[in-house]
């Protein structure tokens, strides 16, 4: 059996890391459900065809309660993709996977090249990776529809992020032309992240969990300068002179 | 023909519907053809094609672009040679299939025979970024994009360019299409009002080297509904002249840039801007 397995040719597995939104619901779900509506009602479609994970650490739900969550979510048009902060056991087959912290993941390979009877231990043991310097330069526009996503670090913009396009950076957002899209910082947990540009004319400007779209943006800070940070639980922009 | 000259494919394109491609390649190949290069347009739009129509060759199409794809008729056989201008041709599309039937390998082939018969391969796009307007641009080596002064049409044209500077074969190869930003529809009038987008805010935020500024007309409508590129029909309306200077732009002449029913020269300001 185990000589029949060898010869097969070795499978790869690659893992990778995704971007998601993760909503912690609060009992009582009703109450929380009718404040998700509220966010909803502001910004239609703000999740619609994003991955969302559930963490349900502070709501300790039985097997029946979760599925029906997930149903309320998905006439919400919010696709649940996995659930954490809950006993594995407490998930049946019908439900999503169970997420573990998921920080700091490498490419595994680990059935090439291993002799059979070797310990596992000698595939693990990968040479220590050369520490790449956290941010990312882009130095062209970055054009309506286009998104650049970088969750190790900071982006940093030479030209301008036109309307229609996204910005997201596990750290801080510099564009020294004009934000006319979507910038998101902080997507990695990092409160202290920001977000800088040289004229700012966003759709949206998020920081971690928080958020503020143009209309809810003073007129007196467009077209200028300007910069947003969070202080403590509230998102704030200010010009930058 | 011209063995050894290199022809060069452009792509006139937008993302958004209804701003000006067709009447733009219409009235650039006959301006082109006028200086005596070998031009032909090709209709892209399959399914929805006007191409025909604008220049007038409507009741000669007998082959087109889909039975060359498919082999039913050889390219020479789906040529059209326009009545008034002997260096003009039109590969028309076809009217009764849709986009489906353009496939990635036939539209190569079509294009490289093209490239050995021709000075300029002027490609009409389709609107919307789906694989007419893909397939489109796959082979360029520029693309003039045609923009309204308005909110809608730069943001399409933004998106376009996005596409021009990934999903050609020039962007593959590590290469840059060369773009140029053909404004139309322009009224100098709701300009001044701020009722449109200025000259000045498109350039800022498209950030492409501008090839011409087209004023809004009668004479182009006109032109259109009669199968007569205005260039052809109205040569010396202010509309025909700033495509024939355009033209002369694309062949790489200098020539200052002016905002219509603006006696102030900008050439300076909008001319000497490079694409970022």
Not at chain 1, 33 to 39: K, R, S
Not at chain 1, 124 to 152: C, M, Y
Not at chain 1, 157 to 182: D, F, K, M, P, W
Not at chain 2, 21 to 34: E, I, M, N, Q, R
């Amino acid at each position: 059996m185990s000589s029949l397995l060898c010869q097969r040719q070795s499978l790869t597995f690659r893992a990778r890391s995704y971007m998601a939104f993760v909503f912690t619901p609060q009992p009582p779900i009703e109450d929380w459900l009718a404040g998700l509506d509220a966010t909803l009602e502001r910004s239609k479609g703000f999740f619609a065809g994003h991955p969302v994970a559930l963490d349900l650490s502070a709501a300790p739900l039985g097997e029946a309660a979760i599925s029906q969550l997930i149903a309320s979510l998905q006439e919400r048009n919010i696709r649940v993709l996995g659930i954490e902060g809950i006993e594995p056991a407490g998930i049946g087959p019908g439900l999503p996977p169970l997420l573990r912290a998921a920080r700091g993941v490498a490419d595994i390979e680990p059935l090439e090249s291993v002799p059979a009877d070797a310990p596992p231990s000698a595939a693990v043991n990968a040479p220590a990776k050369k520490q790449e310097p956290a941010s990312l330069l882009v130095d062209s526009p970055v054009r309506s529809g286009q998104s650049v996503v970088f969750i190790d670090g900071d982006i940093t913009v030479l030209g301008s992020v036109g309307s229609g396009a996204e910005i997201i950076a596990g750290g801080s957002i510099h564009i020294y032309g004009t934000l006319r899209g979507l910038a998101m910082a902080g997507a990695s947990g990092n409160p202290r992240a920001r977000i800088f540009c040289h004229r700012f004319e966003g759709e949206l400007v998020a920081i971690g969990p928080h958020y503020k779209t143009a209309d809810e943006i003073e007129d007196s800070l467009r077209r200028g300068p300007a910069q947003a940070w969070l202080d403590g639980d509230t998102l704030k922009i200010s010009a930058m002179n | 023909m011209n063995e050894g000259k290199s022809a060069r494919v452009l792509v006139v394109t937008s993302g958004k519907g209804g701003v000006g491609k067709t009447t733009s390649t219409a009235a650039l190949g006959v301006a082109l053809a006028k200086d005596g290069d070998k031009v032909v347009v090709v209709d892209f739009d399959v399914g929805l094609r006007n191409l025909d129509l604008v220049l007038g060759a409507e009741r000669r199409v007998v082959f087109d672009l889909i039975n060359v794809i498919n082999g039913v008729a050889k390219l020479p056989q789906a040529l059209i040679r326009d009545k008034r201008l002997e260096n003009l041709y039109l590969l028309p599309a076809s009217q009764t299939r849709d986009k489906e039937a353009l496939t990635e390998d036939g539209v190569a082939k079509v294009i490289a025979e093209l490239r050995g018969k021709f000075d300029w391969i002027i490609c009409d796009s389709p609107a919307g970024i789906e694989r007419g307007a893909t397939l489109a641009m796959r082979h360029a080596d520029a693309a003039i994009i045609v923009t309204n002064p308005e909110v809608s049409s730069v943001r399409d044209s933004d998106r376009i360019i996005g596409l021009l500077d990934s999903k050609t074969e020039r962007a593959e190869r590590g290469e840059c299409v060369d773009k140029h930003l053909l404004i139309t529809r322009y009224h100098p009038w709701r300009a001044a009002r701020g009722e449109m987008l200025s000259i000045d805010d498109v350039l800022e935020i498209l950030s492409v080297p501008l090839l011409g500024i087209i004023p809004e007309s009668e004479e182009v409508l006109r032109a259109s509904n009669v199968g007569s590129p205005v260039t052809l029909n109205a040569a010396l309306s202010p509309p025909a002249r700033a495509y024939f200077e355009a033209a002369h732009r694309l062949k790489g002449e200098q020539i200052p840039m002016h905002i219509p029913s603006e006696s102030r020269s900008i050439f300076n300001k909008l001319f000497g801007r490079k694409a970022a």
